[in-house]
Nanobody, 125 residues
Framework: QVQVVESGGGLVQVGGSLRLSCAVS????????MGWFRQAPGKKREFVAA????????YYADSVKGRFTISRDNAKNTMYLQMNSLKPEDTAVYYC??????????????????WGQGTQVTVSS
């Protein structure tokens, strides 16, 4: 059984930084791409970033490009999202998810299989 667990969320002021982690067990971590999504109250879940199985190919939503960095450590079965220059509009529950293939094939939540429970990120102004 695949388990996906996010951590690292919290309350931060505008312009601050947070680092989210996503630990995966029950599946060979290095055999698939992964992604980060977020969902604010009353809004649809939206794509944030994704990376290939090796971490060499990365993709970002325009809204976070240049501020967020996605990475992974296959030896630790963990993916990360470094978030800098945070804005109030970044406030959301952040989810990580496993993709079906080794490369990133899309940004729709429907293309991702196993999800964590989410971690809350709140940016105060």
């Amino acid at each position: 059984q695949v388990q996906v667990v996010e951590s690292g969320g919290g309350l931060v002021q505008v312009g601050g930084s947070l680092r989210l982690s996503c630990a995966v067990s029950g599946r060979t971590f290095s055999s698939y791409a992964m992604g980060w999504f977020r969902q604010a109250p009353g809004k649809k879940r939206e794509f944030v970033a994704a990376l290939s199985w090796s971490g060499e190919s990365t993709y970002y939503a325009d809204s976070v490009k240049g501020r967020f960095t996605i990475s992974r450590d296959n030896a630790k079965n963990t993916m990360y999202l470094q978030m800098n220059s945070l804005k109030p509009e970044d406030t959301a529950v952040y989810y990580c998810a496993t993709a079906r293939g080794m490369e990133v094939s899309g940004t729709s939540p429907l293309q991702y299989d196993d999800w964590g429970q989410g971690t809350q990120v709140t940016v105060s102004s």
